[in-house]
Each structure stands twice: as C-alpha cells, then as structure tokens.
C-alpha cells in the first residue's frame, strides 16, 4: 500500500504531516506561514493562511508538471516571394492559435504565475499525426481554414506549422500562493474556509479537483480549472446560496455539503462530471433546533456533522441519488471538528483534549465505525527536543474503550525490569526538564527538530503551564492500571467521567493533562512531551485500510526509527557477523561430522508418509463436470536421498472405483484457476500442457485448497530439488489471474540444435500479485500491479498461499492490488419510449459483459474470484474507447458493432459500462516503490559475456500518465533504486524497452515508435527522440529490444521485427512481419524471442495465453523460423530477459565462421 | 543469499557418526563386532537406537539381556538428553566418530532414568514442548492445536521427517506481530562442572527498552561463569548443535532458529579444549 499523509494544523498554525508508515508528526518542509485551515488530497494541499490568503501546496514528484503551449505560424503563398507572412487581409493573424482566431504571437505568451519557469525555447513541431514531416514542419491545405497535409501539392496554397514550447510549475514542496490580482473581480474579502475535493468525478483532464471557500461574508466561490497540470487553477467564480455560509465541504466525488450560519446544512445537488460546481441547493434541517450544525465533512458515501454543542452526528442514507440523506444519528464523543479522508474514513479532533482521533472500524457496510480512538504519535521534534515544558502525558489521549488498560499483553507480571518507579499522586513532578545532551537522539537530530527557533519554544510552553496549575486539584489520584507500556500508567477509564466543558482550549487540556503523574526520562531515550494541541486535521491525502493499520495508536519504546524503516536490498540483520558465523559454523559442522562417514548406516530409515483429503475433480470424460474424489499423495524417499511423490485421484465411475495417478516429478506447473464460486488449481504435465487440458481440482474451502497448493508445489520442487529464491537468470511470467510464476532456465533452453522443448520447464509460483513483470540477470526484478503500483523483488520466495518450508523467513511483505470489474447496461430505442432496457428477443441481455454473450446484472456479478472484495459501487465509466456522451452511453446501429460517443439518426442502440473496483490483499517478496504509479517498465539486459562494470543498471519506465522515467541508482544491492529522472515527450507513452547496448526504443499512445538517441551510462537518460514510423495501417502497442533484436506487437497482435538496424544506423530501416496472433513479446539478452499467444491448438481443447519460443533464432538469421509452444491457458506476461545462460558449444557452432555485419549490435557490446 | 530456512534444515538433518561397542564385561556368545551408525543429533537415544539393540543382542543369550543402556567414558548418557547435546557436553573435543559403549547389565538407577518403550520418550518429549510453549505463549498454541497436530510432531521427530515437523512447529515458533519476540525463552544450559544438571530460569527476548537480548546478555544474566572475562583468554566454550554462536547473536533468533525440537535452546558451556 502506498505511503500516505495525514494532514494537521497544530493551535499555532504550525502544518504537519503524518505518514501511514511512520510515527512521528512531521513539520511541513515549508514552515514559514501559519495557517487557519487546510484541506489535503494525495497529490497537494490546499490551505488558507493567517494572512487570510490562499495557498497550495503541491507534493513533490520525480515527475514534473509541464504543460505545453502551442502557436501556429501560418503562411500564404504568393507568386513573387513564394511562401510569406504576408496574408490576406481576411487571413488569420501570422502567428494564432490553432483555430487562427487568437493573436498569438510566440513572445505574447506569458507564464500565468510566478510558480512557473518555461523548460526551453520555442521549437518547430516536426511530427504532424504519427509522421515525421519534412521541411521545417510545415503542414499545407489550400486555403485557411481546411485539412492540412504533408506534401505540398500544386494547389497548396498557405501552410502552417506548430510551434512548441513547456512550461514547468516549479513550486513544488512549498506553499504557493494563489495570485488573486488576476481576478477580474477582485475579491470582496478574506477567506474563512476551503475544501478540495472532487477527483473521483472524472478523470478528464488528469488530476482536476474541485476547490470550494467559503469568504468571512459568507459567500461561496469555486476554483475554476484545477487540476494536475493546472494545479493553481485559473479564477474564482461566486456561486449564490440562500443564506451566509460559514463553512463548507467536498467528498472525493459528487457530495458537497456546506453549514449556515443559522445552523442548517447546505446540500448541493445536480453535481455530475459536466457539471462540477453543481446546479442547486437544498437545505437540511439541524438535528436539533437549539443545536445548529457548526461544522459538516462529506466523504463519498457519508456525511458527519458536529454541532454548536460539540456533539457529533451521522448522516444516514446519504448517496449520489440521495444526497441529503434521510435521518441524523447521534455518535459517542466529543468533536472540535470531524474531517472524512479517502476511503470514508473519519478523523476528528477532540473537545477536552484537542487530540486527533481516527474513527476506528470504519468499512463499506459499517460507514458509521465503532469507536474513537487516539492517535499519539509524537512531533518528529519532540524527539530530539524536549523542551521547556515538563512532560506530561495527557490522559486524554486515551479515552474509549478500545485504549486497552489491561496487562495482557503487557510485560506486567513476573517481570521486575519493567516495573517503573512511581510517585504518589501528589508528589511534584521533576523539576527537571530532560537534558538535551543525555538525550541520544538529539545530537542526530536536523531538519525541523533542530531548526526550531526560540519563538516556537516559548509558544511550546503556554500549554503546559496551564496545566501545571491546573493539575493536582482536578484530580486524585488515579488507580494505577499496568498499562501497555511502563510511562503510561493511568486510569484510562478516568477521563470518560470528566464532565465535559462548553468551550474548547487550553483550561479542559490542562485539567486532563494532569493526569499522567510520571517519571520521566529516567530510562526512556526521550521524554514523552505534552501532546500536541490540534485545530485542524484533514484525512483527504490519508489512505488508512482496515487491513493494515498504522503504527499512530502506540507509543514505541526505544527502538530507532531507522531499525523500523524497512530498507530493501540487505536488511543489517541479514548482513550481521553473527549471522554470518552460523551459517559458515553450520556448513563447516557438516562437513566435520558426516563428510567422512558418509557409508555409515542412517539410524532413522525414511519411510513413506501419506496425506490425504477430498477434492472435487474436472473428469476427463464427457460430459465434463466436477465429480467428487479422494485424493492421496504419497512420499517415499529413494535411496540416492531423492524425494519422490505420487498423487493418487480416486474416482467412481460407473460405479466402479478407480483411480488415476500423476508423478509429481512429471508436473511442470500448479495454477491456481480463475474461479468465482470455487477454489480451484490446475495440474500440468508436459502431455497435458500439450494437450491444452489440466488436470482440475477443487477444494471446499481456500484454506484447504493452498494448504494442497502448498504441499503439491513443495513436493514438485524437492522432487526437482529446485528450493530458495530463483536464480538471477529465471524466467519469469504472470496468469491473467495476476499470480506470478518462475521458471529456472536449463542451460539447452536457448541451444541451437535440439533446444529444450519448452512445454517442459517447470514452473513454480511466487507470492504476491502483478500486472507484469521485468528482470535482468543481474537479480533485479520489478513488478507492477493492476493499480499500476510498481514492486521490487525483494529476494524472498514464497507469500500468499505459500506459508512455512515453502516460504522464506524474511523479506515477505503484505501486498494489495486494486482492479475494476466492467459490466455493459445495453438498451434498444424504440419510437414510443425512446431507448429502454427493453430489446428484441434476439438482442443480447440488458445487462452483459462485453462481448453480450453472459448476463451480469449489477446485483448478481462478483468479484473475480474468492480472494477479491469489492471495495467502491457500481460507476459509470467515461473512459472507453470511443469516446461517449455525457452520461457515459455509446451508440450504435445495432449490436454488435462498433460503438461512437454521440448519438446519431442511423443509431438504434446505445450501451454503457459500468465499472466496480475490487481489492484484493496477499503477500509475498515484494515491496513497493513509491510513489509514482508506472504502466510499463524495462530493465537493461545484460550483454552475455560482457563485464561487470561499476555503472547502475539502466532501468526505464513509463508512468500511468504517460511520462517517460529513468530510474537512477539501481544495483545488485539495491535494485529499487534512488531516483525517478523525468524525460521530456512531446506525447503520452506507452511502452518502453532498453535494449544490452543502452538501446532505447519506446512506443507512443498514438501508436508510432520512437528510438531514443545516445543513452549512455553516463549519460543515463540521452539526448534526443527520433521517430519511428509504424508499420502501414497499424498502431504499436508493445517494443521489446534485445541484444541487438527489436521487435514491436501492433494492437491487431501482429508481431514485427525491426530490420536493418545496423551500430551507424540503430533506428533501422523497415518493420518485418513474423506472426499474428501475439499479445505480448520478450527479447532477452541472447536475442531469443518468447511471446504469450493466443489460439494455439493442443490435442484436446485451444488455449489463449500460450508461452511460446522461436526456434531457429540465430546470429545470421535473427527471426527465426517456427514456434515451440509451452504452459498455456491464461498466461499473460513473460519475460526471458533475465536468461543470458548460452547453450554449451556444440561441434556444429563452432564451425560458424563468423557472424554476419548486421547481426552486431548498434553500439558494439 | 542464504535463507534463515536453511538453518533450520542444517540443524535438523545434523548427525554423529557413531561407533557403538558393547561393554567388555557383558556376556556374548560370540565376539560382538563394533556397530557404526549416523546418530540424529536431534533425536533421543533409545528412539534411534534400534538396530544396535538388535545387532548386540544377536551374540548374547536372552537371559543376559535386560534394559539397555549407553555410557561414554564412564558417563552413563540420559536417553532424556537430545543425542547433539549429550555430545557436545561430553565429547565434542575428542575424535569421531563418537565411541559408545553399551550395556546390557547394571542398570545404573541413580544416574538415568528407565526408558521401558518409545511411548516415555514421546511423554517426555510432548511435557518439553508443552513447558517450552507455556514460557513462549502461556500454552495458548500447544493447546489449540489438535491431538492431531501433537501426534504429527512427535511422528515427525520419531520419523526424521522435517517437512513434516515443521508444517506443524512453524506455529509454535510465531509470536504476535506487535511484540518482537516470545514472552520468555525456554532454554537450558548445561555444564560438566557443576553439579547441577542444568540451569533454567524466565528470561525475556527483549530488554525493557526494546533493545533485543543476546546470547551474550542471557549469559550474564543467569551464568555469569561461562561469560570469557573480556581481557582474560577464552576459557570456556558455548555450544549449540556443535556450534559456537557469536554472544551478539540475538536470543529470539535463537530460539526460533537453533532451538531442539522440544522447543528448548539446550547450551552447552564446556571448558576450553587445551592443545
């Protein structure tokens, strides 16, 4: 799960953030301001200072935010000067925009604010729709305005051309103010209120975000044009309301809610993707009419209020339908302020305390929650500074039940270490503070901690002194509980019985804060400082899961933060000497105790051991159904030591019994199966994988199905004596159930004659759960998820169902993937009732998936399989191919057909999709690499033979959003790398490959290649683009390069070789069809070709998603001749660039005079 | 990279080699020929010592036979003792393979314990995990696991079946996530020089401020004798599976790592070898 923040607002307009992985508030990098409010999302921050002015706080990335200007120069031929400026007098102007009706002339165009810096000079657009144009980019029509081409013709007239300029936002990690000079109106007065919300209305354009304030007067503006490019926005617009609004709140998609000063609640309706701000508004009346609603936050699906009297409420049936909802419920606790994140989760800050608590329990069928409950991390400076206040632990953060003030799981009873010193009730408080020398963290400390100035340390002390005097009087001792950790231990039952006060501030604190009568800084590292004082929290960048709670709710002992940090590569405990010395003792034991004695007799004979079970089996016979079956594997130990295993499949058939078996040293892979109602695996063999026809079984339940899984695949490795983590060269591949396998390359795989046919490799699976994945033989592997979340390898083996023996020890983390379920709403016009869910008899069902061909109603499709859960409703999606109208229908002549976004006269159907998201969350050696999602990755293969140089293995990426990155510091020993470097495009990406001799070679959203020029390692990113046609007719989706092979895949599965490629000329010359039928390639490091294909006939049945390798590859004849097919049915990714082991010599290669010129590299590795 | 997993297959697949000779002044009908056999180091005497009953009691008539027994240069072993510890408390510094003498007469009742049939092996074996789990998690994992389960592990030990041992000990070897390790460490250490036979006391994984214990920290703890003085010469071994580990090597890792399938970290502190 990616890192995600907490934003915060301490009472002295201080803004700090809290990390999902981290324990600490961390002050804001920019801490020059104070701020009243602040409204988070996961990308920026919205806040309005104590000047009363706006500001943005746009998170850093290694991507920059860029944005292209265009102007056209446009050009009338005349038959004196041939092309000119001179136009015609009812020309458009010399320099326009593309439509010819601006004046634009390129030193008129002005960056919009002082957070932008232009990334270059102005250039010609060379490239005119996929084509490289010649002559200066110029495009030619025959008068303005028409179609423009490329060639000039006899009756070209005028001509055009592009040009190009960036311009790059640069204030990034700091707050930027939101000019508001450029207003044409300027603003009546200052802002009280802002909230950001919006980004699941639509994706279009990327990143948009609904900005709302709300100013002193009470009126409500909107930030027009927000968005990820955009991230200033451009004006504010007025909206009217029906009364003085005094605050105001946007969820994430539709609800906007808003509070007035009379205490009612504003709901705005008619809120849709083309309408952002909205059409209306309706009122909703108070819970109780002496109690108006003091402050509102809206998530997706909910609504929580709190009131004048500090009492919190929940909006029930609150929906896009409905989004006023229908009744208020009262909730436990007392709320300052309530704030809903991502996720609907609820933070709010408490009246007496002004802590900040997380609304625990909260999921999407309980929206409510359970309970409050107190996050009480520390400021990342209370740690190296103590300050001037003497410490006290206030009480109040632990109120609720679920702060549990029991010893069960504390180190309470026999344990006298543990045990602290405790003054009585009323014995003062060390006078002492702590001393920063003793402190061992604060000669560390930098950044904020250290950075404090005086000011901020005598601010830090007004609380504290309050509760000095406030303290002992309020309360008598409390019974001491053994809490969870020696310095906390108070009454936590205790405050719930404080009555509660009307106000908030500093008197309610101090006379909890009080409380906590402790001994400090004795033996901790560093005292536990007062909490900190809150006014403001903001959840909407916050992504808390149920399943992986952050570390906020505990204080930690002693354990520094950089132990707890988890570093890839090698963890210091793996490296320790002591680790070290046990293995090494271990083997040297061995040799000493059994080396010479190997002839004597073993004094425990190995005998067989049996398991066995019921399973449920696809029979082999027609008709094909699950039949019941006892199962039984039997283990028996050869002589040579040798494990083997039988798995026997007892059926009745007939009512005869019989039986079927299978050598599991003969399976080549066990598959977990794509099924919604039931655990499934299948059973491969090189005959059955010939025949395309598994051996299917299935289990009750899932825990038995992995604990077969687990057991078949340990018996299948230790038959194979295959065990621990793949070697650097493995081959490895993804099912389109995302499970990842990997497969040990033999040395004849890639052998010139009699390779090793490849329906014989043995494939096990790993943990975790990818989209594709990318290795080198270097041992660095990356993943990527169907969120587009990229993963490193992290070195493990094992996860996921793979507990135990089978898994290692270390290195597996927990893993979360999130993917959408589409479903189809067809429907038929008809001239009585227009289009209605009532087709003809011959139609497709009303509601179906794509092809029309299965029903799946809304109510009645489920996830994929048991192990995802549906995590958001039913949504339309705007964002299939092409294009739809304003409520997401498609239109067609008929079905089926070809669908278009508007609706016309020659159109009887229409058809929408709906798309449903579902998480699913495992484990296995995988660790993500934040924060920037990726679609495509490529890691550079290493050249057979070549050297190991010191440089960092190039790896090249391509973002969710189209941007080609460069990663920097990749290694052996660190393979997730330092470091995105941004490489500037002219367009979206979508494939990237780096071929062993730094060759470049990308494919465009639009379908064109391009070939990236003098990628160095010490020039990792290049210089320059140069474009590649595609071949005729046909858009590229996919570029792997090899060695010195290039092959592309269109979107129609034709597979293309790139010939003529040649060290002076690497683009090459032509595109060379080899196959159809392909959706995916992978050229590895010996030049040889592996693709997943589709429609490869076995004996028994056809299967999609094939793994096949090309024979006959070879140095002078780099396409190869023919296909050998391997494990199939459902594979949908491979990749072989890890494999550089050559086949040994045989007497026939070396007879091979010499390789052929163009067979070598651009670049000679 | 090598995988803590391997740790657990090099401590388990661990053997001695063995040379059983029956005492000289037993009765045989004919001479009795020395028995060579490679002892699991982390199995019990009489669970793996079959076939040298069977071998001795061919050369001698029946009346002569009666329980078995095992001595090492005037030491009589405890069957109680894991086989690797008995070896490396008493002869890890003299030569393989290991000579055992066997006996067949005088019972030496003071010293061991009668072992009358492998079922007081699996009682013995069964109460050490069920100690070891009551210090680990107060019982709670050796009580929820089913007759089945306990059955497997004493199976797997009897068997010299790791996988399946540690399909079910993987669970008495977790710990809850929000605490880093055991709540004591079940563990034995044993010395030649004292009368006593072993030391056992409760001791934590990690210290109160969470910095996690030692080997090292355990010895000071509860035998600050076996501790080498940090100037002085090494005068003392500490042993595990014929091994020395680094007093820095942390005690939970221990204990999940090099303990012996009763759960139990046996040390053996042994004076230094002089040669």
Known sequence: MPNSVLWAVDLFGRVYTLSTAGQYWELCKDSQLEFKRVSATTQCCWGIACDNQVYVYVCASDVPIRRREEAYENQRWNPVGGFCEKLLLSDRWAWSDVTGLQHRPLDGVALPSPHWEWESDWYVDENFGGEPTEKGGWTYAIDFPATYTRDKKWNSCVRRRKWIRYRRYKSRDIWAKIPSKDDPKELPDPFNDLSVGGWEITEEPVGRLSVWAVSLQGKVWYREDVSHSNPEGSSWSLLDTPGEVVQISCGPHDLLWATLWEGQALVREGINRSNPKGSSWSVVE????????????????????????????????????????????????????????????????????????????????????????????????????????????????????????????????????????????????????????????????????????????????????????????????????????????IDLKEPKKVPSHSAAGFPETSSLSSLGLLPLGLEEPYGVDDHPLWAWVSGGGCMVEACAMPRWFTVQAGLSPSVQTLSLSITPAQTAAWRKQIFQQLTERTKRELENFRHYEQAVEQSVWVKTGALQWWCDWKPHKWVDVRVALEQFTGHDGARDSILFIYYVVHEEKKYTHIFLNEVVALVPVLNETKHSFALYTPERTRQRWPVRLAATTEQDMNDWLALLSLSCCESRKVQG????????????????????????????????????????????????????????????????????????????????????????????????????????????????????????YMWSDASGLQECTKAGTKPPSLQWAWVSDWFVDFSVPGGTDQEGWQYASDFPASYHGSKTMKDFVRRRCWARKCKLVTSGPWLEVPPIAVRDVSIIPESPGAKRSGHSIALWAISDKGDVLCRLGVSALNPAGSSWLHVGTDQPFASISIGACYQVWAVARDGSAFYRGSVYPSQPAGDCWYHIPSPPRQRLKQVSVGQTSVYALDENGNLWYRQGITPSYPQGSSWEHVSNNVCRVSVGPLDQVWVIANKVQGSHSLSRGTVCHRTGVQPHEPKGHGWDYGIGGGWDHISVRANATRAPRSSSQEQEPSVLPEAHGPVCC | MTDDKDVLRDVWFGRIPTCFTLYQDEITEREAEPYYLLLPRVSYLTLVTDKVKKHFQKVMRQEDISEIWFEYEGTPLKWHYPIGLLFDLLASSSALPWNITVHFKSFPEKDLLHCPSKDAIEAHFMSCMKEADALKHKSQVINEMQKKDHKQLWMGLQNDRFDQFWAINRKLMEYPAEENGFRYIPFRIYQTTTERPFIQKLFRPVAADGQLHTLGDLLKEVCPSAVNPEDGEKKNQVMIHGIEPMLETPLQWLSEHLSYPDNFLHISIIPQPTD
């Open chain 1, 286 to 489: 108070p819970p109780g009419s002496e109690n108006g609603v003091m402050h509102v936050s809206v998530g997706v699906s909910v609504v929580w209020a709190v009131t004048k009297d500090q009492k919190v409420w929940f909006r029930r049936g609150v929906n896009s339908h409905n989004p006023c909802g229908t009744s208020w419920i009262e909730m436990v606790g007392e709320m300052l302020m309530v704030n809903v994140g991502m996720n609907d989760q609820v933070w709010g800050i408490g009246c007496e305390d002004r802590a900040v608590y997380f609304r625990q329990g909260v999921t999407p069928s309980e929206l409510s929650g359970k309970t409050w409950k107190a996050i009480v991390a520390a400021r990342e400076c209370d740690r190296s500074h103590s300050g001037s206040s003497s410490s006290l632990l206030s009480a109040g953060c632990f109120f609720g039940d679920e702060v549990r003030g029991s010893g069960e799981s504390a180190p309470s009873d026999t344990d006298a270490s543990s045990e602290v010193e405790r003054p009585g009730p009323g014995q003062p408080l060390p006078a002492e503070p702590l001393d920063d020398s003793k402190n061992p963290t604060g000669s560390s400390a930098s950044g904020p901690g250290a950075g404090r100035t005086a000011e901020e340390t005598t601010e830090d002390a007004c609380p504290a002194e309050g509760s000095r005097a406030a303290g002992p009087d309020t309360h008598p001792g409390p019974a001491p509980t053994p809490a969870e950790l020696p310095w906390t231990n």
């Open chain 1, 725 to 844: 983590r793949p070697s650097p060269q493995a081959i490895w591949s993804i099912t389109c159930k995302g499970d990842i396998f990997v497969s040990e390359p033999s040395p004849d795989l890639e052998a010139h004659e009699h390779p090793l046919p490849c329906d014989q490799m043995f494939w096990r699976q790993m943990g975790g759960h990818l989209r594709m994945v990318e290795a080198n033989s270097q041992g660095v592997v990356w993943g990527i998820g169907y969120d587009h979340t990229a993963w490193v390898y992290t070195g493990g083996y094992g996860g996921g169902c793979f507990q135990g023996l089978a898994s290692s020890t270390s290195n597996i983390y927990t893993q979360s993937d999130v993917k959408c379920v589409h479903i189809y709403e067809n429907q038929r016009w008809n001239p009585v009732t227009g289009y209605t869910s009532r087709g003809l008899p011959t139609d497709r």
